[in-house]
T-cell receptor, first 117, second 109 residues
Framework: EAGVVQSPRYKIIEKKQPVAFWCNPI?????LYWYLQNLGQGPELLIR????????DSQLPKDRFSAERLKGVDSTLKIQPAELGDSAVYLC???????????????FGPGTRLTVL | DAKTTQPTSMDCAEGRAANLPCNHS???????VYWYRQIHSQGPQYIIH???NNETNEMASLIITEDRKSSTLILPHATLRDTAVYYC??????????FGTGTSLTVIP
């Protein structure tokens, strides 16, 4: 069974440029997460989708970050414009159903490493 | 807010058991404890989870204290491929998984 797929794996851009990350979750997983991971830190949640609905975006910097999950499957995370401080790894994860959150295991993709120059 | 506390780093000799502790004193009664690990340049990998009873799978064992305020992940025979950062996680009051900074485990040949 394929795991969570993310692309690109690496992205280098100049500040003020836009950038987008793509995620394909495990088939049948209703819940999709985007996390930010800074160097030496654990992942921090940016947004959680249940099917196509964003049910927790409290940590998403909405002035420059946006996300969508069309048809409740693939998702894209966009930054426009990117700032130097956005350099980090962006992780996508999926799980069967967050409504069973106490036992709902998340499976992570390999992440996209963003470098903003 | 639920938080976990782990040692920053640990070493373990290859072939020996690695015991990784985690304090989660603010955990709620129905909240599971999850363990993940992250090998360099990869996403976190699920290891095991538990509520109150000890759990074992093909990767590891999880020992949770009776008061549920702490747990220990046991890798019974550590190999060099077990070198990674290990995260003990749980849900905070905002229903978000809290990963913390984890324990960097180095398995020494």
């Amino acid at each position: 069974e394929a795991g969570v797929v993310q692309s690109p794996r690496y992205k280098i851009i100049e500040k003020k440029q836009p950038v987008a990350f793509w995620c394909n979750p495990i088939s049948g997983h209703n819940t999709l997460y985007w996390y930010l991971q800074n160097l030496g830190q654990g992942p921090e949640l940016l947004i959680r989708y249940e099917n196509e609905e964003a049910v927790d975006d409290s940590q998403l910097p909405k002035d420059r970050f946006s996300a969508e999950r069309l048809k409740g499957v693939d998702s894209t995370l966009k930054i426009q414009p990117a700032e130097l401080g956005d350099s980090a790894v962006y992780l996508c994860a999926s799980s069967l159903d967050f409504r069973d959150r106490f036992t709902d295991t998340q499976y992570f993709g390999p992440g996209t490493r963003l470098t903003v120059l | 807010d639920a938080k976990t506390t782990q040692p920053t780093s640990m070493d373990c000799a290859e072939g020996r058991a690695a015991n990784l502790p985690c304090n989660h004193s603010t955990i709620s009664g129905n909240e599971y404890v999850y363990w993940y690990r992250q090998i360099h340049s990869q996403g976190p990998q699920y290891i095991i989870h538990g509520l109150k009873n000890n759990e074992t799978n093909e990767m590891a064992s999880l020992i949770i204290t009776e008061d549920r305020k702490s747990s220990t992940l046991i890798l019974p025979h550590a190999t060099l491929r077990d070198t990674a950062v290990y995260y003990c996680t749980g849900l905070n009051t905002g229903n978000q998984f809290y990963f913390g900074t984890g324990t960097s485990l180095t398995v020494i040949p």
